[in-house]
């Protein structure tokens, strides 16, 4: 399985940016996570395989928001009312199998077995 992250870039805070995620099988569980100079991994957002259901990091409660469109194999992450702490490598990651997963398991880097390769977001003060 493979998964491309795209759509990072240098925005100003209060500004909207959105994060897309290609993946090459369809329907696995996807998640967003995040990485600062320094810092660990943090957990952003995650997306069931149905799709229905998603998890949001403490942090971006409200303001960023996952979605996906299984034709088209894509997960997006609309991040709005940026902050220049939400500066960080993005990396989308995925599931093994298109099957219920413990909700405490999306937030868990170690619980994902495909990883892509991040995108940049930058947000200045």
């Known amino acids: 399985v493979q998964l491309q992250a795209s759509g990072g870039g240098l925005v100003q805070a209060g500004a909207s940016l959105t994060l897309s995620c290609a993946h090459s099988?369809?329907?696995?569980?996807v998640g967003w996570f995040r990485q600062a100079p320094g810092k660990e991994r943090e957990f952003v957002a995650a997306i069931a395989w149905t799709g229905g259901i998603t998890y949001y990091g403490d942090s971006v409660q409200g303001r960023f928001s996952i979605s996906r469109d299984s034709v088209e194999k894509t997960v997006t992450l609309r991040m709005d009312s940026l902050k220049p702490e939400d500066t960080a490598v993005y990396y989308c990651?995925?599931?093994?199998?298109?099957?219920?997963?413990?909700?405490?398991?999306?937030?868990?880097?170690?619980?994902?077995?495909?990883w892509g390769r991040g995108t940049q977001v930058t947000v200045s003060s």
């Open positions: 099988a369809a329907n696995l569980p």
């Open positions: 990651a995925a599931k093994k199998d298109p099957v219920y997963y413990d909700p405490r398991s999306y937030y868990q880097a170690d619980d994902y077995v495909y």
